[in-house]
């Protein structure tokens, strides 16, 4: 069985952007308001079968070791934490 190489953040971001953002809204190839890529742009993209089951494992695994720091953080959600804590 020959090995699969695996894909770059770089490569599953540039496909996440052939999804359109259910945050944000940005349409598709268009950059997210802020900066960065917002997270369910990511699920979308998997849901419409661009980004599969691996690619998701590696983007959350990278969130949780902050090694995407391209991924924007809603508008907002500061205050909301600030607020909880
Ligand atoms: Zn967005």
Redesign the pocket.
Same mark, same amino acid.
């Given at each position: 069985m020959p090995a699969v190489a695996a894909r770059t953040l770089a490569d599953v971001t540039a496909d996440a952007l052939r999804a359109n953002?259910?945050?944000?809204? %940005?349409r598709p190839r268009q /950059?997210?308001?802020?900066g960065g890529?917002?997270l /369910?742009?990511y699920q979308r993209a998997h849901r419409r079968g661009v980004l599969s089951a691996a690619d998701m494992t590696a983007v959350l695994a990278a969130v949780i070791a902050s090694e995407v720091p391209a991924i %924007?953080t /809603?508008a907002g959600h500061e205050k909301r934490a600030a607020l909880c804590s």
């Open positions: 953002c259910g945050l944000c809204w %940005a /950059p997210c308001e802020g890529t917002h /369910p742009r %924007a /809603p």
